[in-house]
Structures are given as C-alpha cells and as structure tokens.
C-alpha cells in the first residue's frame, strides 16, 4: 500500500522568510496530493492540492510542485506570517475510478517567528 | 448548516462502554471518511462510504469498531467496549464526489477514555 513521508517534523522561520515542507511517497499509482493546515485543536483545512497532471500549481503565497518521476511533493509558503503557524500535512491517494483511501504524512509543526 | 459537522465534540468514556460518534457531512456529498487521529501525528484512515454503501472498512482496528451510514446522509461510528488506546480525536470529512477529491473535514469528537 501507499506510505507517506514528511520532512521535516518541525520548522521553525522568520516572519517574511519562506517555508519549504517536503513529502515523498511509494505508490506510483497515486495522482492526487492535496495539503491540510490544522491549527491547534481545529479542524485540518484543505490549502491547495495537486493532480499528477500538472507538475506546479500556485495559489498567492502558497505553491505546491510535484515531481512524479521521484515521486515527492513540496509545499512552498512565501512571505510567511504568524498565522501561518500550524501543522501541516501531506497525503497522497488515487482518484480514478477505483477507489484508493487517503494516506496522510506525520506532519509538520511549523512556527512563524514575528 | 454550511459545514461538516461532528457530535459530541468531547466524550470521556468508562473503559469498556460503548460510544457512538455522529457526523452530519455537507448537504449533497456523496463520499464520507472516517479517520482516527491520535495526539501529535496525521489522520488516520477508517472507513469510507459512498452514498450508503461502506466501501472501504480496512482502517477499522478491530470488531469493536462499526460505522454506518443507513441513509447516505448523517453516519454513526461506533466503538463497543472502549479501551484506553481508543482515546484519539475522531474526524469525519465528506466529499461531493465519489473521491477525496477537496474534501471538508468536521472538528472531530476528542474521546478520551479513562
């Protein structure tokens, strides 16, 4: 089955600098990658996702690229501001026809210091 | 109402009772997961319906766990005979279409059992 990793678990930037969280994951089949930002004792939210179609996909400050060959994903958030501070998570799963569950990365703990 | 919505939001259970966790998904969805969420790390997946039909229930982790859904609309997941490594914080998300496809996720219910 599908296995997700996320690097790294936390990280820690300056307001205005940029954040960078990476995923990898196994199953080849897998074409839809979508990103979850959950604040502390909130729901996960949907940020940006992207299909394996299109290798960037960019929405203001937050892109996301893929890489099918390597099979890893990036969340890239620019500008960073405190209310970026959150977990973020990864997760992989394929969208055909046939259905495939979610599989979700451990998470990033990231921290936007003002 | 506008958004996927879980009851109770806190449960403290007695080992071994039996609970029952409701999710009211977004009005017209038709996919509905289940995850399990345990402190500090990703979702979990459980199960996943589509419409009434529960198609996928490998997440489940054992028998004391049932989920339904009679009426393709709100579903139950119940846990009989809770014990101590059911404590994790239970979300629900739907999905308008047959996949996890942008789908919206509730609050969760936090259950803790003592």
């Known amino acids: 089955g599908e296995n997700v990793e996320q690097h790294p678990s936390t990280l820690s930037v300056q307001e205005g600098d940029s954040a960078v969280i990476k995923c990898t994951y196994s199953?080849?089949?897998?074409?839809?990658f979508p990103w979850y930002k959950q604040e502390l004792g909130k729901r996960p939210q949907l940020i940006i996702d992207?299909?394996?179609?299109?290798g960037e996909k960019k929405d203001q400050r937050i892109a996301v690229t893929l890489n099918k060959t390597a099979k890893h994903f990036s969340l890239h958030i620019t500008e960073t501001q405190p209310e970026d501070s959150a977990v973020y998570f990864c997760?992989?799963?394929?969208?055909?026809?046939?259905?495939?569950?979610?599989?979700f990365g451990p998470g990033t703990s990231l921290s936007v210091i003002p | 109402g506008a958004g996927v919505s879980q009851s109770p939001r806190y449960k403290v259970a007695k080992r071994g009772q039996d609970v029952a966790l409701r999710c009211d998904p977004i009005?017209?969805?038709?996919?509905l997961f289940w995850y399990q969420q345990a402190l500090g790390q990703g979702p979990e997946f459980l199960t996943y319906?589509?419409?009434?039909?529960?198609?996928?229930k490998s997440g489940l982790p054992s028998d004391r766990f049932f989920a339904e859904r009679p009426e393709g609309s709100v579903s139950t997941l119940k846990i009989q005979r809770t014990q101590q490594e059911d404590s994790a914080v239970y979300l629900c998300?739907?999905?308008?279409?047959?996949?996890?496809?942008?789908?919206?996720f509730g609050q969760g219910t936090r259950l803790t059992v003592v």
């Open positions: 009005s017209g969805h038709v996919s």
């Open positions: 992207i299909r394996s179609n299109v």
């Open positions: 998300a739907s999905s308008l279409v047959g996949s996890h496809t942008e789908a919206f």
């Open positions: 997760a992989a799963t394929s969208i055909d026809d046939s259905y495939d569950k979610v599989i």
């Open positions: 319906f589509q419409n009434e039909a529960q198609l996928d």
């Open positions: 199953d080849s089949a897998s074409n839809y």
